[in-house]
């Protein structure tokens, strides 16, 4: 079974740019969260999908940042401008629905770096 | 609101030795608790996890944790440490309200395992 896939793994653009990370999530899953870890900081929640519906979304910084999952597939988080702030690792994990307490699965994640 | 403490942020043991990674935390009610590991450019992994039960909670690659209550801890531990096992180590809670609800992320031990 394919796990988490993130692209891209790295990227690296100037303030001001516009980036899209992409996360696909483990078949079958309908969870789909984002995360992001600020260097040497907690990994910090984003938001939350239900399938194609924004669960929670309290920890997205401002609106500059902009995530969907069209058809409750893969998710994009685009940051349109970036700033310097912006830079971290960003995390997608997806999980189970119904039953026991599942465990999120994560991807490798994208290092995003805003110059 | 919930948050949890990883008071170390590097643990050093040689080869052979025991090894704990501490982990507090701060919730209201009883807690999901989770262990992940970070291992050089690889996503988070995950290790182990508290729901009821017996404190003592087995997981990959030799781990375990000791949920106490009193003290509102479960740290990592494993009896023989290996160089293998040096990687970032991360403790996280999630609310017994729905079981899908975000993880929060202490920020990190990484651990160093001397041959």
């Known amino acids: 079974e394919a796990g988490v896939t993130q692209f891209p793994s790295h990227s690296v653009i100037e303030k001001g740019q516009t980036v899209t990370l992409r996360c696909d999530p483990i078949s079958g899953h309908d969870n789909l969260y984002w995360y992001r870890r600020v260097m040497g900081k907690e990994i910090k929640f984003l938001l939350h999908f239900v399938k194609e519906s924004k669960q929670d979304e309290s920890g997205m910084p401002n609106n500059r940042f902009l995530a969907e999952r069209t058809g409750g597939t893969y998710s994009t988080l685009k940051v349109q401008p970036a700033e310097l702030e912006d830079s971290g690792v960003y995390f997608c994990?997806?999980?189970?629905?119904?039953?026991?307490?599942?465990?999120?699965?994560f991807g490798p994640g994208t290092r995003l770096t805003v110059t | 609101a919930q948050s949890v403490a990883q008071p170390e942020d590097q643990v050093n043991v040689a080869e052979g030795n025991p090894l704990t990674v501490k982990c507090t935390y701060s919730?209201?009610?009883?807690?999901?608790l989770f262990w992940y590991v970070q291992y050089p450019n690889r996503g988070l992994q995950f290790l182990l996890k508290y729901i009821t039960g017996d404190n003592l909670v087995k997981g990959s690659y030799g781990f375990e944790a000791e949920f106490n209550k009193s003290q509102t801890s479960f740290h990592l531990k494993k009896p023989s440490a290996l160089v293998s096992d040096s990687a970032l180590y991360f403790c996280?809670?999630?609310?017994?309200?729905?079981?899908?609800?975000?993880?929060?992320f202490g920020k990190g031990t990484r651990l160093s395992v001397i041959a």
């Open positions: 994990a997806s999980s189970q629905v119904l039953g026991q307490v599942h465990e999120q699965y």
């Open positions: 919730v209201s009610g009883n807690p999901y």
């Open positions: 996280a809670v999630r609310s017994r309200n729905s079981g899908n609800t975000p993880l929060v």
